[in-house]
């Protein structure tokens, strides 16, 4: 099956009734995210090196684990519905191991998976209760650098990065999340510009 019969972008808005719940955490934890090709890795390779805790991204890690069993990059995006619910369980997984109270950036939070389930056309309101568990102490979205896929974690292609940029800030923003755009800076300026604003 090709793989551009999965991009099918649902758009409906997140169900109001959900999301009217209640934070039942409240954290200390700050997501880096993005569309595909904004420097996310990078700045999270740079906040480790200056001593700040990370975490990684599930879903580069579930590909690495995927492949390592046999399976190919194309055969794991296949399976649509399944690689993302099994992408939601891990980053749920790794959010309910971390201190909630210590600083920590994330490689994409929990919330990404309802923008990336919208990506092949799945509703993203069946993962939404389980995106109301913590609540972040902030969320910073890398604006976007020039378009160059990734093999490994596609399927993105230019239209679907300009559309996981876009349903990226409007999902966390009907959490209630106040998003912080980070410019196209030098790698070194974004990472001041993010901890200026964690200390403010």
Same mark, same amino acid.
């Given at each position: 099956?090709?793989?551009?019969?999965?991009?099918?972008?649902?758009t409906q808005d997140l169900d109001q009734e959900i999301l009217s719940a209640s934070y039942k955490v409240h954290t200390s934890w700050h997501v880096i995210t993005g569309a595909p090709c904004s420097g996310k890795t990078t700045?999270?390779?740079?906040?480790?090196?200056?001593?700040?805790?990370?975490?990684?991204?599930?879903?580069?890690?579930?590909?690495?684990?995927?492949?390592?069993?046999?399976?190919?990059?194309?055969?794991?995006?296949?399976?649509?519905?399944?690689?993302?619910?099994?992408?939601?369980?891990?980053?749920?997984?790794?959010?309910?191991? =971390?201190?909630?109270?210590?600083?920590?950036?994330?490689?994409?939070?929990?919330?990404?998976?309802?923008?990336?389930?919208? =990506?092949?056309?799945?509703?993203?309101?069946?993962?939404?209760?389980?995106?109301?568990?913590?609540?972040?102490?902030?969320?910073?979205?890398?604006? !976007?650098?020039?378009?160059?896929?990734?093999?490994?974690?596609?399927?993105?292609?230019?239209?679907?990065?300009?559309?996981?940029?876009?349903?990226?800030?409007?999902?966390?923003?009907? =959490?209630?999340?106040?998003?912080? !755009?980070?410019?196209?800076?030098?790698?070194?300026?974004?990472?001041?510009?993010?901890?200026? !604003?964690?200390?403010?």
């Amino acid at each position: 099956m090709a793989e551009k019969s999965h991009l099918q972008y649902y758009t409906q808005d997140l169900d109001q009734e959900i999301l009217s719940a209640s934070y039942k955490v409240h954290t200390s934890w700050h997501v880096i995210t993005g569309a595909p090709c904004s420097g996310k890795t990078t700045l999270i390779e740079l906040l480790s090196q200056a001593g700040y805790q990370t975490a990684h991204e599930t879903a580069r890690e579930y590909f690495k684990v995927e492949m390592a069993k046999g399976r190919t990059s194309q055969e794991i995006r296949d399976s649509g519905h399944s690689t993302q619910i099994a992408i939601f369980q891990m980053q749920r997984d790794l959010e309910n191991e =971390l201190p909630h109270r210590e600083d920590i950036f994330l490689d994409r939070g929990l919330p990404d998976t309802l923008t990336f389930h919208r =990506l092949f056309g799945l509703n993203p309101d069946e993962l939404l209760p389980a995106c109301l568990e913590h609540q972040y102490a902030s969320v910073f979205i890398l604006d !976007r650098l020039p378009f160059e896929r990734e093999a490994k974690l596609g399927p993105e292609d230019e239209k679907s990065a300009r559309f996981i940029d876009k349903w990226l800030e409007r999902d966390y923003t009907s =959490l209630r999340y106040q998003i912080v !755009r980070v410019p196209v800076y030098p790698p070194k300026e974004r990472l001041t510009f993010v901890l200026d !604003r964690i200390s403010g």
